[in-house]
């Protein structure tokens, strides 16, 4: 079944879990379109499991597009999200328009994300105009980073819990479909879900969300040591595939790789002539 923006929100209203994951390239974007998964955000998270940086503040439009062209060919079910980058729609509701149609025209994305309450509302709203569905990313916001000083939980207190309700609120009035809590407290995004028609995808949120979002080298252990409390390990890719690049150096060196069955044939009367 094609997810839409129209499935997701019958998954809410029916109470079954939406399921999304990132990827960033096409071999794993077909493996889960291939497994079932409803959605699969193209997050700019590229910037730190891909490309090594510390934060997703350096990636660009350049970048997203890319990654979002790799991932909508591997997929023919699953709806495409795309992340618009830091200063991609900050800047001016003319540039949020212009960016979030290049991530839809140019990398073939069935809808946008971007981070922020009240401030981005304008965007928002301009962007759902130009008929381009926007998934709205409230609580800890990478991009913020700096003006947080640090990944937190957010909305511990009455103030910050209160403020973003009514940025979920808010965003939702602007036109947004679906939004992202990222790390915030359980039972705040739950009361969150519980207001709000459209549906939340909860990131490090609890499972009062309408459904779940991770990032896919978090949850297979294939990013480094780091492990935040709220990924799950779904498996340990990571070691897997650690032992697979040792086993292979092994095998080179001690000329066991590659074996017969790895190899073309020549007729030995060919060979004869050549020598
Ligand atoms: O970029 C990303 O991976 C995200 C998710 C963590 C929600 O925005
Ligand atoms: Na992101």
Excluded at 120 to 137: F, G, L, R, Y
Excluded at 162 to 175: K, P, T
């Amino acid at each position: 079944m094609k997810n839409t923006v129209a499935t997701l929100q019958e998954q809410k209203n029916n109470k079954q879990k939406i399921t999304m994951l990132t990827a960033y390239d096409y071999s794993t974007a077909k493996l889960m379109d291939q497994s079932g998964i409803n959605c699969i955000l193209v997050g700019d998270s590229l910037g730190m499991v891909m490309l090594g940086y510390p934060d997703t503040l350096s990636v660009t439009m350049e970048d997203m597009i890319h990654h979002t062209k790799a991932v909508t060919r591997g997929c023919t079910e699953t709806f495409v999200v795309a992340d618009m980058p830091f200063m991609s729609y900050q800047t001016s509701v003319y540039d949020a328009v212009v960016n979030a149609g290049k991530l839809v025209k140019e990398g073939g994305a069935q809808c946008v994300k971007l981070e922020g309450g009240l401030e981005v509302c304008p965007q928002i709203e301009a962007i759902v105009k130009a008929s381009i569905p926007v998934m709205a990313h409230l609580g800890l916001t990478p991009q913020s980073v700096n003006a947080f000083g640090g990944f937190k939980v957010q909305g511990k207190d009455e103030e910050a819990a209160r403020r973003i309700l009514q940025e979920a609120l808010a965003v939702q009035e602007a036109g947004a479909f679906a939004v992202v809590l990222e790390c915030v407290p359980a039972k705040l995004a739950a009361l969150i879900s519980a207001k709000l028609e459209i549906p939340t995808i909860g990131i490090g949120a609890g499972n009062g969300c309408d459904g779940q979002v991770l990032v896919y080298q978090d949850m297979l252990s294939m990013y480094g040591g780091f492990k935040p409390k709220f990924v799950k390990q779904y498996a340990n890719l990571g070691e897997q595939m650690k032992e697979a690049f040792s086993e292979y150096i092994r095998e080179t060196q001690d000329g066991s790789f590659p074996a017969e069955e790895h190899t073309f044939k020549i007729s030995d009367d060919i060979l004869d002539k050549l020598y």
